[in-house]
């Protein structure tokens, strides 16, 4: 009876350590499947794991994670988080590195420490870069970066996140990395003017965020499938879509002007888009919208809109709606600027116009109650969305939205409470199969 039982206790064991029986190649790659910090105590197991985490080959190093139990800000962490960064890219042993991603916080004489970042990322042959300096939300990064000369001959993925890349070396990076598929630049101060011209010609996702001294984009891309453009400060940008045939997903975005100028930038490809997202601010008491035109593609729309109660109706924005005769998703999201509760006003004749595609309406930041406008809107979409599967309504949980903001957890309970009674009570004339969702 002994042997058996020997047998498999050894058959237990053996159970017990297969990971041993795993090559390094498949521990590193499970070993990225964790973050940093969980990658790297691995090495505490056994000797063999002491330098597994050591040879990732995607790097993520975010310091607001790290240090997330501190309660200092960021920003003020910096003489801890820069050399925490060095350390890791020193200890790095692998020849290459797929993806790297470096959220920190530089002040002073630390942004120097960039370049040698950058330099890292060339040497192991970076195929996705991404630096995030912004850090702290609340504090803003001021200084002037220059990309090394030695263009990057791997990269296809490029993120500047607050790193204040020039004109000269965005052209720069944009004639020598012929494989970059997706850029992003959010935050610089020096970007004043940004040309695409037929290179990269790989070229499939740009995004522009943020950059306010931006006077002009050019963009001239054969493969160019999705453009992101957030305008913020003074300037009004001239965006020149000269060549995109293959552009089918856009999101453009306003913070101070009406998004009219940028809309009508890329009028030539309005019949091709198949998903359009637009931010509008509407907290003005007239703003004037551009004249939708016909989307004979489009089947995902969002919009977002900042508004205020007393403001202009949110039924202008139903021709965008009604020029989209294929739309199959609607996505509506308020953020309130400024909210009077006891204002009130008799509700617009909401047009009859039948919408036979649309199946799915996510309506975020509704009020209800006295405030008309969220309410007109919503009916709009119940009468007419004649085959809704389902529409899903978020109501407003936020109590800082406004002036007239109530502190009190039990009052701000009562009014989430009528809130839901309101959705409810829209949600009854939903068309007959429609499902409604109050979250």
């Not at 192991?124 to 803003?140: A, N, P, T, W």
């Not at 109590?399 to 989430?416: C, F, G, M, T, W």
């Amino acid at each position: 009876m002994a042997e058996p039982k020997v047998k498999e206790d050894n058959h237990i064991e053996e159970d017990q350590d297969r990971i041993s029986q795993l090559n390094n190649e498949i521990l590193i790659l499970i070993l990225s499947l964790l973050s940093l910090m969980e990658a790297g105590r691995t090495c505490v197991l056994s000797k063999r794991w002491t330098n597994l985490w050591k040879n990732l080959r995607c790097l993520h190093i975010d310091c607001e994670a790290a240090f997330k139990k501190s309660q200092t800000p960021l920003r003020h962490l910096a003489h801890k988080t820069v050399p925490w960064v060095n350390q890791v890219l020193q200890l790095h042993q692998g020849s290459s590195v797929d993806e790297l991603k470096i959220r920190s916080c530089l002040v002073g004489k630390d942004v120097d420490q960039v370049d040698n970042w950058v330099e890292f990322a060339m040497q192991k042959r970076v195929k996705r870069l991404e630096l995030d300096l912004k850090g702290d939300i609340s504090y803003h990064h001021d200084f002037k970066y220059v990309f090394p000369a030695k263009p990057f001959k791997f990269i296809t993925h490029l993120s500047l996140i607050y790193v204040n890349v020039s004109c000269e070396v965005m052209k720069q990076l944009l004639s020598h990395c012929q494989f970059l598929e997706q850029i992003c630049v959010c935050g610089s101060t020096y970007l004043y003017s940004f040309r695409v011209m037929d290179s990269p010609l790989r070229l499939k996702s740009l995004q522009i965020s943020e950059c306010n001294k931006l006077v002009m984009v050019k963009i001239s891309a054969p493969n160019l499938v999705s453009f992101t453009y957030e305008g913020v400060g003074p300037y009004r940008c001239g965006i020149s879509m000269i060549h995109a045939p293959s552009l089918v997903k856009v999101h453009l975005g306003e913070d101070f002007e009406c998004i009219t100028k940028s809309f009508m930038a890329i009028k030539n490809y309005f019949s091709q888009l198949v998903t359009l997202s637009i931010g509008l601010n509407l907290h003005e008491r007239t703003i004037k919208l551009p004249e939708f035109p016909e989307f004979t593609s489009l089947k995902d729309l969002s919009l977002t809109v900042v508004i205020r109660s007393n403001g202009q109706s949110l039924l202008d924005l139903t021709s965008l709606i009604e020029r989209s005769p294929f739309l199959h998703c609607f996505t509506f999201q308020i953020i309130w600027k400024y909210f009077m509760p006891n204002f009130t006003r008799n509700m617009l004749n909401i047009n009859e116009s039948p919408h036979r595609c649309l199946k799915l309406v996510k309506f975020s930041g509704f009020i209800g109650l006295a405030s008309v406008i969220d309410t007109e809107l919503a009916m709009y979409l119940i009468q007419n969305a004649v085959v809704l599967d389902k529409f899903i309504l978020d109501v407003e949980k936020e109590a800082n939205q406004s002036r007239y903001a109530v502190s009190d957890p039990e009052k701000i309970a009562k009014k989430l409470e009528a809130r839901r009674d309101h959705a409810l009570q829209l949600g009854a004339q939903l068309p007959p199969g429609a499902e409604l969702i109050v979250m």
